[in-house]
């Protein structure tokens, strides 16, 4: 069982920056696939980021909407996932979550077991 708990969400000026952190709970935290997804209102939640396990080699993927302005990083001694936001835009804005997967690495909500609650992010133009 992981817990995961967002931090970081607030309001920003478009082309502001932001940084977004996931802790999680337990000691087997680099076993584990993490993935950030955001949801705005009416609309289906959808990927942003995603970090391989450590054994996978380290590989991320971004969407496309977000390539080049997002970087995802985790740090396993402290149990965290990073993901730093730059060249925000107002199409951003959305409750941003945190997902693991153990051994897991994937694209789509569907391949995450445990979700944070979530942390808002807004950016206004």
């Known amino acids: 069982q992981v817990q995961l708990v967002e931090s970081g969400g607030g309001l920003v000026q478009a082309g502001g920056s932001l940084r977004l952190s996931c802790t999680a709970s337990g000691r087997t935290f680099s076993s584990y696939g993490m993935g950030w997804f955001r949801q705005a209102p009416g609309k289906e939640r959808q990927f942003v980021a995603a970090i391989s396990w450590s054994g996978g080699g380290g590989r991320t993927s971004y969407s496309d909407s977000v390539k080049g302005r997002f970087t995802i990083s985790r740090d396993n001694a402290k149990n965290t996932v990073l993901l730093h936001m730059n060249s925000l835009k107002p199409e951003d804005t959305a409750v941003y979550f945190c997902?693991?997967?153990?051994w897991g690495f994937g694209l789509v909500t569907g391949t995450y077991a445990y979700w944070g609650q979530g942390t808002q992010v807004t950016v206004s133009s």
């Open positions: 997902a693991a997967e153990l």
